[in-house]
């Protein structure tokens, strides 16, 4: 079967760093997407990767390993803003998204 | 640019019921989704559509349908709605269904099922 494990919830400090992790097993892959998603909102796109590697966006990244199946989202200078879900998402071999069940960061002071 | 809307925002629905959630999109996406999200589950894909005319199943199709008659709309119905239908209810669109196509979602519509 096709799964997705993320961290349930994490917390972190205003002005730290914090890692969240994504492991997956899939029928094929086609790239690996973060989103974010504030409490009542809809989920909005952070990042793609299809090789492995670190993608840089500003205070966030994101890296992938194929061959371990695993990804994370590494978040910097966290704001309280910040505080939200965090969606994994694998593109299989038909091009859909296999969802993971999201990670809700909380940020402290 | 209103990217996509969604209606309604939320609804109260008794058992058994027919009910139909739109959702629109002014980007000329030529692929669209329907999924459900539930507490501590991922996102769901329900039916999806590669382009305007054509429609396909996903995760979880029962008691579900849909048609895409234009690229703009794609509505989702419930025949007769039933209870475990009770979610919150996201459309997508991308510009195209391949690789590296990000989907870009709605508001979302909170439905009750009593």
């Known amino acids: 079967g096709q799964n997705i494990d993320q961290p349930t919830e994490m917390t972190a400090t205003e002005g730290a760093i914090v890692q969240i992790n994504c492991t997956y097993q899939t029928s094929g892959f086609n790239g690996l997407f973060w989103y974010q998603q504030h409490a009542g909102e809809a989920p909005t796109f952070l990042s793609y990767n299809v090789l492995d590697g670190l993608e840089e966006k500003g205070r966030f990244s994101s890296f992938l390993s194929r061959s371990k199946g695993y990804s994370y989202l590494l978040l910097k200078e966290l704001q309280m803003k910040d505080s939200a879900s965090y969606l994994c998402a694998v593109q299989d071999s038909n091009y859909q998204l296999i969802w993971g069940a999201g990670t809700k960061l909380i940020i402290k002071p | 640019i209103a990217g996509i809307t969604q209606a309604p925002t939320s609804q109260i629905l008794a058992a058994g019921r027919r009910m139909t959630l739109r959702c629109t999109q002014d980007?000329?996406?030529?692929?669209m989704y329907w999924y459900r999200q539930d507490l501590g589950l991922g996102l769901r894909l329900i039916h999806y559509?590669?382009?305007?005319?054509?429609?396909g199943k996903g995760e979880v199709p029962d008691g579900y349908s849909v048609s895409r008659a234009n690229t703009d709309d794609f509505p989702l119905t419930l025949a007769s709605a039933v209870p475990s239908q009770t979610s919150v209810y996201f459309c997508a669109s991308s510009p195209n269904s391949g690789s590296q196509e990000t989907q870009y979602f709605g508001p979302g519509t909170r439905l009750l099922v009593l």
């Open positions: 980007m000329r996406h030529n692929a």
């Open positions: 559509s590669n382009t305007a005319g054509t429609t």
